[in-house]
């Protein structure tokens, strides 16, 4: 060990040495190893008397295949800079006893109990979660809110209150055994996290933050999927076009059901757009100014798209015939599309696809979009563009900008000449 280890770290891992006898028995005094659940801080106060602090993670404490020499040289322990004591000094204020240096040595053993949060108890309202949830909500889609609400009463019926490594341990088990997908779980856990980090936050008490250890995702391994195997054909749309046709002519849809369920499909498959998040929001007034201009283009407001972003979206020559019976007679600031209704008929119907075993949902139109792109070399740039889709770049936050006319000629150049039998 260097020089400036050796000031750095007195008395790091055992007093045995024969300068640790020489160490005075004042400044022995200042010199402490705090547990913090999942690390500890070994802070002292050197010879010019300002105290100083280290904080060593638990799981770079103890390796096997480091040996006792190693250990009492300080080999292999990775090292971190506290900002500041103020962790350190609320553990003392709050009367928690610290780990005496000489008592710890680094090692240990399955009969010794392990120094960590496994043993702390802390504790929250009801009052307290259902004030954080609230917040939580505020300007959220209801798919994002139903999960909140999902999640809090999760944490909730798990804990009553108690934050302990049992009840985190219960609420962790509870999600994985509830759910199959790991988004479901991911959601679950990361919910508790952020109420975990928020006490931390408004109580300044960071000993909250050390349960987030027992809600890690499992570590499994991922199916690597190099494309997706949902495949969207022209066929698939026009079996959807055609089921919609028969639902009306054997009395199952009304003619105004049929035309606004078309006119959604049809307009949806040209021009890729979101299902819920975009075309659920379009009004009346925006196909309406759109489609009497000589290059009919939609603009997409940043408040109807997913990434909010404001954009142009051109309306294919052969949507406009489905279009106009829905803006006849109608407000501008009446909703485009009855768009639960289509849902849940769509959920109904079950209308088998042409190239994987499932049924069509409202995404799939979406996913034509991007897939009959490739087949007919649809460019890149305008692609991204009107489907708002891998935007994000330098280029795009600063320098591109398409202008109306630009977005039109371009993506007629490449889907002008597509169209579906109804």
Request: net charge neutral; hydrophobic share 30%.
């Amino acid at each position: 060990m260097s020089d400036d280890q050796q000031e750095k770290f007195p008395n790091k891992f055992s007093n045995n040495s024969a300068d640790h006898d020489e160490t005075d028995k004042e400044e022995q005094l200042d010199d402490y190893v705090v547990d913090l659940g999942g690390s500890y801080v070994h802070y002292h106060r050197g010879l010019d008397g300002k105290l100083r602090s280290r904080e060593y993670l638990a799981e770079d404490l103890i390796d096997e295949d480091v040996s006792d020499e190693d250990l009492r040289t300080g080999e292999q322990v990775r090292t971190v800079d506290l900002d500041t004591l103020t962790a350190i000094r609320d553990i003392l204020e709050a009367d928690k006893d610290p780990i005496r240096v000489a008592d710890f040595n680094g090692a240990r053993t399955e009969e010794q109990p392990s120094p960590s949060s496994s043993a702390l108890n802390l504790h929250f309202s009801k009052s307290e979660l259902d004030r954080y949830v609230e917040q939580r909500k505020t300007g959220l889609r209801v798919k994002s809110i139903d999960w909140i609400n999902r999640a809090a009463q999760a944490l909730w019926d798990c804990t009553r209150g108690d934050i302990s490594y049992q009840t985190m341990t219960a609420l962790r088990t509870f999600a994985l055994e509830k759910y199959k997908s790991v988004d479901s779980h991911s959601k679950v856990l990361s919910f508790a996290r952020a109420y975990l980090s928020h006490l931390a936050k408004t109580r300044q008490d960071t000993r909250y933050q050390s349960f987030n250890a027992y809600l890690d995702l499992p570590r499994g391994l991922k199916e690597r999927k190099t494309i997706t195997s949902r495949i969207v054909t022209k066929d698939d749309i026009n079996n959807v076009l055609r089921h919609i046709k028969n639902a009306e002519q054997d009395g199952h849809l009304t003619s105004q059901k049929s035309a606004q369920y078309s006119a959604f499909v049809v307009f949806g498959a040209f021009s890729g757009q979101r299902s819920e998040s975009t075309m659920s929001r379009l009004r009346v007034g925006q196909f309406r100014q759109a489609i009497a201009s000589e290059k009919p283009v939609l603009q997409v407001e940043s408040s109807q798209d997913k990434i909010k972003m404001a954009h142009y979206v051109p309306i294919h020559h052969r949507t406009i015939p489905f279009l106009q019976p829905l803006i006849e007679g109608r407000g501008d600031d009446e909703r485009m599309f009855d768009y639960e209704s289509l849902l849940m008929w769509i959920k109904r119907q079950k209308i088998p696809m042409s190239r994987f075993k499932g049924h069509f949902v409202l995404g799939d139109l979406r996913k034509f979009a991007e897939q009959y792109g490739d087949i007919i070399q649809w460019e890149q740039s305008n692609r991204a563009y009107v489907l708002t889709h891998g935007v994000s770049g330098v280029d795009w936050r600063f320098y591109k900008h398409p202008l109306p006319d630009s977005v039109y000629d371009v993506y007629t150049k490449y889907w002008g000449s597509v169209s579906f039998k109804t």
